[in-house]
C-alpha cells in the first residue's frame, strides 16, 4: 500500500491594501494583505493548515512585510469597513 503525503504553502489573499514603495525590490507596485499558510497534506487532501507568517504582499516581488497578529486584525477589519462603504 502507498500513502502519499507531503506539504504545500498557500496565500490567502484578504484584499488589495493600495499602492506603495517595496523596500525589497523599489518598484511602486500593489501591496496585498495576506496570510501564508503552510498545509500537511494526505492523499492530496489538506489535513493541517499553519499559519506561518502574515503581513503585507508586494505584488511586484513577493517579499511579505510581517506584522504582529494584533496589527493584521486591525488592518484587516479596516479593509472590511472601507469595503462596506
Known amino acids: 500500500m502507498v500513502i502519499t503525503y507531503g506539504t504545500r504553502t498557500l496565500f490567502k489573499r484578504e484584499g488589495a491594501w493600495g499602492h506603495a514603495i517595496c523596500k525589497n525590490c523599489g518598484h511602486d507596485a500593489p501591496q496585498t ?25 508586494c505584488e511586484s516581488c513577493g517579499m511579505i512585510v510581517p506584522l504582529d497578529k494584533a496589527e493584521y486584525k486591525r488592518r484587516r477589519e479596516a479593509r472590511q469597513k472601507a469595503a462596506l462603504f
Open 33 to 57: 494583505l495576506c496570510r501564508q499558510l503552510d498545509q500537511v497534506t494526505l492523499f492530496f487532501i489538506p489535513i493541517v493548515s499553519l499559519e506561518k507568517q502574515r503581513g503585507i504582499l
